[in-house]
């Protein structure tokens, strides 16, 4: 029987901030939230078997057409027959991003969109580190669970490096790193050697003013340097998978002259990788007035026209990311091969 359900549902674990969550898009939904696993969460021992137990009955309730209130209208819910789909108590996917600390100001942060620098002490905050070794103790992370370092940055995370090295050392073997890049980490560049971790940086921009303006702080030749590093780490096996982030933001690099100028910085240091993404405000933005129709996601996806045109040019893997899918989701439109 096909019912309308989502595999993040039962398979995610997000630990951001202090919340954790299923998942990380839910701005597309109607009532623009995430689905909460927990909430207030600061580190306390975490009672993974109830929460396979919740999950069963969200899937149940999912069986008979009742949808969990905070994905009530999430372009990730598909129809199909789901019984036979994420069964087992496996997790897929782990985000740590319970740090919020960060070198970097970026217009377009959610992480920190409730901080203020000038009033704010960066905060430090709880380890994750017996929760995910418990986790993996338990059979509940195996070497195929996918995890995600997101931000705040990484390398100012006091267990950091312990925690990536017990990753690596567990077989975990696909670790992603999103990091500003300003601080180079030797840890990174060890996890690179093991094939097991990529690293991911936003730069936004191949220009030095338009970068400064979306990132907030002047960091510009530092940080492609440290890409450019991390870039010739060569891994054991295979290639490196060192890539580097594009989001549009709105009036600041939304034109195809910072996109091809960006793609050929990309090129002239040699990475092979590159993601394309949005400012996740201009979906709240749109989304709150109700504007579905909005005539800047048609100009989102012109945009994305150009810059897959530019990265098949330059023969340049590309990526493109949840808010460009949910960009041509909103407008019906199909998605380009990426
Ligand atoms: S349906 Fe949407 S909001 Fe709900 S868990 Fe899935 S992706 Fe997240
Ligand atoms: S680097 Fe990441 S966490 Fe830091 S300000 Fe930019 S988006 Fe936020």
Redesign the pocket.
Known sequence: MEYLY?E??NRQLCFNGDYIY??T??N??KSNS??IIKENYNGEPFDIEQFFVEREQIKKDAKNGKI?E??EG????QLRDWDNIGTGRKIDYILISNYKRCNSRCTYCISRSDYNPKKDKDPETYNIIPIIKDMIEKGYVTADTKFDFAGGECTLYSNFEELLFLLINSGIKNIIIHSNAIIYSKAIEEGIKTGKVSICVSTDSGEKKTHEKVKGVKTYSKVWHNIKKYNQVKPENGDNTVSVKYILVEKINDNPKEIESWLKKVKSIGVKRVRFNADNDIFIKYQSSNEHNHPYLAQIIILTEFFVKRANFYNIEYELDYNIDAAYKMLNVKMPNG
């Not at 999430?74 to 819910?77: G, I, Q, V």
């Open positions: 989502c993040k549902m299923a998942c898009v839910g597309n939904t995430n689905l969990v905070n994905c999430c372009h990730y819910l």
